[in-house]
């Protein structure tokens, strides 16, 4: 089973632009993310595909592998899609380009569910990870998600997912971290399927496939790491690398 990874990035990021060229401990967020991916040791090959020569020419010249994008694309899925069209790999790993504390124990088990789904059940996995700060569950920039009984996702939204309507009842919450495992033709799949009003509302990607029937298998994580989506995060992450 030939698995590689691809780190979609785009230079101009609504929320926090150009967050992916913000220095991290004398390092660049994407150059931090790629090596992280590279140095967990599971894949075949890693790369940044990208739309910014700012961002190729940073990858490129710390003897990373990177890929400009041909076309125009609205999402990481649609990016990464066009760029394995032709290679010869069975699962991509989609690893975000603002997570730059990617670490093997996480990608390691949603690799593995593909090596147990005998009967190609599972169209893609995905990591999982428990909220305990009410705060963090009201946050709209935590995606969250519910899964069913065999932990296959049943819905993402940025709101409270259950809604806590009997207190007496004590739910667990989880947070769904944006590192996506494909199997290619899933992947391929993705472009030709046009975006519905779920994930037009919510804003997250993931909803397309459940909303065309695909098989989603969550994984649970207890790490955590910090996705740098705000100015205050990439504080967060410099604080982190100061206190290892």
Known sequence: MKVIAMIPARYAASRFPAKLMQELGGKTVILRTYEAAV??????????????????NE????????????????????????????????????????????????LSK?????????????????????L????????PNNVKVIVDNRSFALYFSRSPIPYPRGKEIEATYYKHKGI???????????PKMEMKMLEATE????????????????????VTGIEIDTPEDLEKAKKMLSDV
């Open 110 to 130: 949603v690799i593995e569910v593909f090596k147990d789904d005998h009967d190609r059940e599972i169209d893609l996995a995905s990591l999982m990870t428990p």
């Open 203 to 222: 804003k997250i990607e993931a909803i397309r496939y459940l909303e065309y029937g695909k098989k989603i298998k969550m994984v649970e994580t207890d």
């Open 59 to 106: 990858i490129e010249g710390n003897g990373g592998k990177a890929i400009m994008s041909i076309k125009e694309h609205e999402c990481g899925s649609d990016r990464i899609a066009e760029a394995v069209a032709n290679m010869d790999v069975d699962i991509v790993i989609n690893v975000q380009g603002d997570e730059p504390f990617t670490e093997a124990k996480s």
């Open 132 to 139: 305990s700060d009410w705060e963090d569950v009201e946050n």
């Open 39 to 56: 140095n967990t040791g599971l894949f075949d090959a890693v790369y940044v595909v990208t739309d910014s020569d700012i961002i190729f």
């Open 180 to 190: 996506y495992a494909f199997r290619k033709e899933a992947l391929l799949a993705f």
